[in-house]
């Protein structure tokens, strides 16, 4: 019974921990940005597209001479993604002065976006760090609702800004879910005097400030104002778009976003648990069918010799009940003995 039980047991372990583990292989090629922070080690963060972000905050360490050294990395989770219209929005911790982002920790993993004239202390991830920007510098691409799909008119043109592999790999989703059309991101530079997208024409900060959607024909008035706590709430137009709709929702979704940190030991040591428990189950698997081959045996021999088992068995019967009779017989008069 114990045995069955155990069998079962490990079997039904085996099914949900393969399933289980399932879930955490990943498909080939699923889009990550690496957050490299060091020149000592190899203990880069990867940032996944449609993680879940979380877990415990990383400081980084001040062995590389790194411009941010001190400074928190992650934690943030995707439910916090979304900011309002007004930049430094989205902070899901680390806001001591509302009106800079200078100092800020970098909630998800990457920094904020940078505007001209040192817009609320942004110029401390200006372009001179281009080089070290996690994903990339900053790129902007076109998003242009494909006729086909959307049979609307050419106005419904938004523009995303972000870091360069951030941008990429969401413009997938964007093109898969929300058919935009098929427009590749260039080098974003908002000091140029025509800047595709300006400051007020930004709808929505994702990310702690470090990707947005805009629109130029949108102009938010507190834009300028460090201060402001922004709004959510746009234009009839743009808010009952179904096409804003779907690239907010994709942003929201899609994102690269900073995992928790790498040391859990559990999902380390599950795949030796795994093959531990596949090979456990295997030997007693042959165990109990040798059992069941061996039993099956003498089951046989048993139904084939019935007949010569039960003669054995009442000759036996047989024999011991004359021995009985004999012991019980009186014993014989002397004179029979001696004639
Ligand atoms: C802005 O102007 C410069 C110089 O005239 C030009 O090279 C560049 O393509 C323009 N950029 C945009 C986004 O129009
Ligand atoms: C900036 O925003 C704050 C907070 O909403 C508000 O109190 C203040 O009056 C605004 N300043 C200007 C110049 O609009």
């Known amino acids: 019974m114990f045995a069955s039980n155990l069998l079962s047991f490990l079997f039904l372990y085996g099914l949900i921990a393969r399933v289980a583990y399932a879930g955490r292989v990943h498909f080939d090629n699923k889009p990550q940005v690496r957050v490299t922070t060091s020149f000592v080690n190899f203990y880069a963060r990867i ?10 905050t990383w400081v980084i360490s001040s062995d590389s001479s790194h411009p941010f ?6 934690g943030a989770k995707r439910t916090s993604i979304r900011g309002t219209n007004a930049f430094g929005s989205g902070y899901p911790y680390g806001v001591n002065d509302a009106s800079t982002v200078a100092g800020r920790p970098f909630p998800f993993g990457v920094w904020p976006l940078w505007w001209p004239d040192d817009f609320m202390g942004s110029d401390e991830v ?20 494909n006729k086909e799909e959307w049979s609307k008119s050419n106005d419904e043109t938004f523009f995303a800004l972000g870091d360069s592999q951030s941008l990429l790999s969401t413009l997938v989703s964007y093109v898969t879910w929300c058919h935009t059309s098929r427009v ?8 140029l005097q025509n800047a595709t997208v300006k400051l007020e024409n930004v709808l929505r900060y994702y990310r702690a400030g470090s990707f947005a959607l805009a629109h130029p024909t949108y102009t938010n008035p507190s834009a300028r104002n460090a201060t402001s706590q ?3 709430s746009l234009p009839d137009g743009i808010q009952n778009s179904r096409f804003w709709q779907c690239l907010d929702e994709i942003t929201a979704s899609a994102l690269p976003i900073m995992n928790p940190p790498p040391d859990n030991r559990f999902w380390r040591v599950f795949p030796l648990v795994y093959r531990f428990t596949y090979w456990l189950m295997f030997i007693i698997g042959c165990a109990a069918l040798y059992l069941l081959a061996i039993t099956i045996a003498k089951l046989r021999d048993i139904l084939w010799n019935c007949d010569l088992i039960v003669g054995d068995w009442m000759q036996a019967r047989r024999e011991s009940k004359a021995q009985t009779a004999r012991d019980q017989r009186p014993p014989s008069p002397e004179y029979e003995t001696y004639p």
């Open 126 to 145: 200006g372009p001179h760090l281009d080089g070290i920007r996690p994903g990339g510098h900053i790129s902007i691409v076109e998003l242009k609702a």
């Open 184 to 191: 590749w991101p260039v080098r974003f530079d908002p000091r």
């Open 230 to 232: 922004g709004t959510t």
């Open 47 to 56: 940032m996944d597209q449609w993680g879940d972000g979380g877990g415990k």
């Open 69 to 74: 050294v001190g400074r928190q990395f992650g």
